[in-house]
């Protein structure tokens, strides 16, 4: 499947004349819906209910608050983390919300993406059964480890491993159902992935109580939002639209009160669209920020649906992903 | 005569088929290099438009991912090399599934024409299944039903006798493992294949010349034994030594481990191409006219004999091209390995590509490697094919 997917993306680079540059905006405007590459099977981050056929998750909701800013639709395009870089550079997708971890490679000329601002610190952890009495990552000596293949992962599993001087086996698979469920089935001693996912996947175990999440952390995470190199304006938008939840969070305004909020502050005006014209420089309305509020809510608002006691339940309070003012890394530059 | 020459003359060149064909060929070849032109040149201008360069030096970059099957290999090592580990993990599985799928195949190609009801049904029913079941599916079945279900986990495996266990992890067994006098040891056994191929060869040409049929097979293999038997004791120490699996906190180690994904891709692949080349023998048998066999019985030879000596051989000429392709479909059905997680070239292929971005090189690289396991296949089918054909005299 992801071979005949990647083969095709690429066939696309073969054929098409390229409608890509400095007019993904336009692009996406004339089309009527933007278009975001999302994942379909990771409950928490993006989501889709094949009962319903909604999608639903952390990085959806960053794809809908994308969409309110323009004022446009949204169709959501599910992809393994094999596909998912391809996708974007061959222009399949306006932007990528995949749980997607920024390094200096992908960052890079090299890849030619560009990463927008951090929305979850994440961090690479193992689950294992309770009943192995496995305490931290020393005691995987000479453990088979199950991952996922396309991801940041791999790579960090060796380093680890390498670095405490353990022997490893691993088992790679295309899909996460396929590798996490070589894990539940003993395959595997450990499963590794990004603690969130862990959190995500553990639910979906056949027992979920068996299964323990190790507390060691091995690696730094940070996912959010990327695009194309090669379109700034774009590039701008989507930064400001998650800055936006930022801003809405320390300020206060809410998915509730955002039509009625009221305020001296002259940069919350300038949030607001009262004045100071940041929609224009943007290329958008003066009111895209309260759209942006309105359709998903601030980031606590976001964080709280998905990944909330209600959802995931990853605790946020002294977490990374607490904001500045609370001694976390959520921080939104100046509104001016 | 004049007149001839006049009226080729008179046909203006647009008219005339040996002109107009040359033109046909010379448009055709036009219209094919544009096309790859306009495709080349649209690739490099997206490229170039998306921001991406071409270039195959990431493979001496560190891959810095881990390979757990095959030969030794570390993180440390380069992209190519990690590539190369994933070429021969594909060649180790096709060889040794076209091995099982031709020995399960003819078996069953044979049990199908068999004057016995039951085997007959048997072998039908198992093409019939096997044949109609998309091969992904059976992996699918090999890994998760039978390997991840049936087998216990390794803590409780299941030990057969001989110190084989059988657990969710794979199967592991006694080996021997080369010690130093290995090394000696091994020019036994060049000399026992050199001696034991001169032996073939005579045998066969003696027995040519008296017109008899027999198994020139037998002899070599002797020859081969004993010589490698000799060689066992006159060397000093066992050039091997026996290793036995032994349970540890996470797994077995020593001795031989063929690994879940491994034992279910091979399976899969074998039981599968099974079914097809069942097919192509009972075709490639019922394609020989039953005079023969009549004939032959009546000379007095044995039902072996009659597979063996009449049938067989001609069948053979009927048999090869289409069993070459099967082969080919084996060889190029092993990339769903990634599916069940065997480290394959297509998946150490997609591990390279996701670490390092660099898609069209290494779909390049893969597409190369699957077409040169390929051509060399075919080659060496079809030379066999040649010196196997009906030699009319």
């Not at chain 2, 649209?42 to 998306?50: D, F, G, H, M």
């Not at chain 2, 192509?280 to 004939?295: D, L, Y």
């Amino acid at each position: 499947m992801k071979k005949i997917l990647v083969v095709g993306m690429l066939l696309v680079l073969v054929l098409s004349i390229a409608a890509m540059g400095q007019q993904t905006l336009q692009t996406i405007l004339d089309r009527g819906y933007l278009i975001v590459g999302t994942n379909a099977v990771l409950p928490g981050f993006g989501y889709l209910d094949t009962t319903t056929g909604e999608y639903s998750g952390f990085d959806v909701d960053y794809g809908r608050a994308i969409a309110a800013a323009i004022g446009v639709d949204v169709k959501f395009i599910p992809l393994t983390a094999g596909e998912r870089l391809t996708a974007l550079q061959t222009g399949q997708i306006d932007v990528l919300l995949r749980n997607t971890t920024w390094t200096l490679t992908r960052d890079s000329m090299d890849l030619g993406l560009n990463f927008c601002p951090t929305t979850f610190y994440d961090g690479q952890g193992f689950i294992v059964r309770k009943a192995e009495g496995i305490n931290s990552v020393d005691d995987l000596d000479g453990a088979t480890v199950c991952v996922t293949s396309g991801t940041t992962t791999e790579g960090n599993l060796a380093d680890v491993f390498r670095a405490h001087g353990l022997s490893l086996k691993t088992q790679v698979f295309a899909d996460t159902e396929a590798s996490f469920g070589a894990y539940d089935a003993g395959s595997c001693d450990a499963y590794t992935s990004d603690k969130s996912q862990l959190a995500s996947l553990r639910t979906t175990a056949k027992v979920p109580a068996d299964n323990v999440i190790l507390p060691d952390t091995i690696s730094k995470e940070p996912l959010g939002p990327v695009v194309r190199h090669g379109d700034d304006q774009w590039f701008d938008i989507v930064k400001w639209t998650v800055f936006a939840t930022f801003f809405a969070e320390e300020h206060g305004i809410t998915q509730a009160n955002v039509a009625t909020f009221e305020s001296d502050n002259p940069s919350v005006r300038r949030f607001l669209g009262k004045e100071g014209g940041m929609g224009a420089k943007l290329g958008l309305s003066e009111d895209w920020a309260v759209n942006v509020i309105k359709a998903v809510g601030n980031y606590g608002e976001i964080y709280e649906r998905n990944l909330g006691p209600n959802g995931l339940d990853i605790p946020r309070a002294g977490s990374l992903n607490a904001l500045w003012t609370d001694g976390g890394l959520i921080y939104c530059p100046a509104w001016r | 005569m004049a007149k001839k020459v006049a009226s080729s003359h008179s046909i203006p060149f647009w008219r005339d088929i040996r002109v107009l064909r040359v033109i046909a060929q010379v448009v055709f070849l036009a219209l094919i290099a544009a096309g790859i032109w306009w495709l080349f040149n649209n690739l490099q201008y997206n490229l170039q438009a998306s921001g991406l360069k071409i270039g195959f030096r990431f493979l001496k970059n560190t891959a810095g991912f881990p390979i757990s099957e095959g030969l030794h290999y570390s993180p440390t090592d380069v992209n190519g090399y990690a590539f190369f580990v994933g070429i021969v993990n594909t060649l180790k599985v096709s060889a040794i599934g076209i091995v099982i799928a031709t020995l399960l195949g003819v078996i069953i190609g044979i049990s199908r024409l068999s004057s016995n009801w039951l085997v007959k049904k048997i072998a039908g029913v198992y093409v019939e299944v096997i044949r109609n079941i998309p091969l992904l599916v059976q992996l699918f079945f090999w890994y998760f039903a039978v390997m991840l279900t049936a087998l216990p986990l390794v803590k409780n495996s299941i030990h057969l006798p001989g110190a084989i266990y059988l657990t969710r992890r794979g199967v592991y067994m006694p080996w021997a493992i080369p010690t130093d006098s290995f090394g000696t040891w091994a020019w036994y056994i060049l000399g026992g294949l050199i001696v034991g191929a001169g032996v073939y060869m005579f045998r066969r040409t003696q027995l040519k010349r008296a017109e008899r049929p027999g198994f020139p097979i037998i002899w070599a293999g002797t020859v081969f034994i004993l010589i490698l038997a000799a060689g066992w004791f006159i060397t000093p120490g066992n050039p091997l030594k026996l290793t036995i699996p032994v349970l540890n906190k996470f797994n077995f180690t020593g001795g031989l481990s063929l690994s879940t994904s491994f034992t279910a891709l091979l399976l899969g692949l074998s039981v599968y191409t099974a079914a097809f080349i069942a097919e192509i023998v009972r075709a490639g048998i019922q394609a020989i006219s039953k005079g023969q066999t009549e004939a032959a019985s009546a000379v007095g030879l044995s039902k072996v004999q009659i597979l063996r000596l009449v049938i067989l051989p001609q069948a053979l000429r009927v048999i090869i091209p289409p069993l070459a392709s099967q082969y080919l479909n084996l060889t190029k059905n092993s990339s769903l390995a990634i599916l069940i997680g065997y480290y394959d070239l297509m998946n150490v292929g997609t591990t390279i590509f996701n670490q390092t971005g660099r898609a069209v090189e290494m779909i390049l690289l893969i597409m190369a490697s699957y077409l040169t396991m390929s051509l060399l296949t075919s080659l060496a089918m079809n030379y066999y094919n040649k010196r196997m054909k009906l030699v009319e005299r």
